[in-house]
């Protein structure tokens, strides 16, 4: 077993199988600029490795998978991406727009809400906790999920589905989840990690070159991009510019920490 990665991001090999761990229970798995980063390495070094045939993303403890921005980082100034310009386009948590050929499954341990719900659709396969729960809820705070989130949903779950999780901000329970099909498969917490595993073992016995070949050509994946998503991601950089730099962007946050109810002005 190798042992890679930084403080923020495990990063462990078992046989063909890279096992990539958020690491800050403490934070709820909040991304900063050390997970994008960490994230990034690893499946960069696994597409690299010909040894490697699937990868699995998880993260510490017991509560949440990934609450999506660390918002505590943002407070202080600090970006949540690398200086890099070309590590900044692998998108939120080095993962949401990093195009690789091998198979990645989300080992979901916990909550899925934000940027947790748009790590879990950047995979190929997810499996999840009995306990989860996923739900895109920035609607709530002013805000809206532009990881991937709002044009990514729509393409995973029956349409009219995922639009009353976008346009509500209400999660769904992991049961839910694997009867719409945002889930391969549903396990108690002492079997969810060997569930995974063994996910990827069913994978991992098949003809390497084709298994890679397949998820390029089942995504439309060219030079390390899935081409037809340059237009959303277009799209989604000219929304975010009016709805990140809006005074109900401000609102949100500002009413959640006050603990009081938001008052929108659509300004």
Do not use: Y
């Amino acid at each position: 077993m190798t042992q890679l990665g930084n403080d923020a991001v495990k990063v462990e090999t078992r046989g063909n199988v890279m096992l990539i761990t958020i690491n800050r229970p403490e934070a709820r798995n909040a991304v900063n600029a050390h997970v994008h980063e960490g994230v990034g390495d690893a499946l960069e070094a696994a597409d690299a490795d010909p040894e490697i045939r699937c990868v699995i993303v998880t993260g510490a403890g017991d509560k949440s998978f990934c609450a999506g921005a660390d918002l505590v980082a943002l407070s202080r100034g600090e970006s949540l991406s690398p200086d890099d310009k070309a590590k900044q386009a692998w998108g939120f948590a080095g993962i949401v727009s990093h195009a690789i050929s091998k198979p990645v499954i989300a080992c979901v341990n916990g909550t899925a809400l934000g940027g947790g719900l748009e790590i879990t659709l950047a995979c190929d396969l997810a499996v999840a906790v009995d306990s989860a729960q996923f739900g895109l809820p920035e609607p709530k705070r002013g805000l809206f999920a532009a990881a991937g989130g709002v044009f990514r949903l729509p393409e995973q779950l029956p349409k009219k589905i995922a639009m009353e999780m976008i346009l509500t901000g209400d999660p769904i329970s992991a049961q839910r989840a694997l009867e719409l099909g945002l889930v391969n498969a549903v396990a108690p917490r002492e079997a969810l990690l060997e569930t995974a595993f063994a996910l990827a073992a069913r994978i991992a016995v098949n003809a390497p070159l084709s298994v890679q070949a397949s998820k390029r050509m089942a995504l439309g994946i060219v030079d390390g991009k899935v081409t037809r998503d340059e237009a959303a991601w277009a799209q989604n950089r000219a929304e975010a510019k009016i709805v990140f730099t809006s005074e109900d962007s401000r609102e949100g946050p500002k009413a959640f920490a006050e603990k009081r109810a938001p008052v929108w002005k659509a300004r």
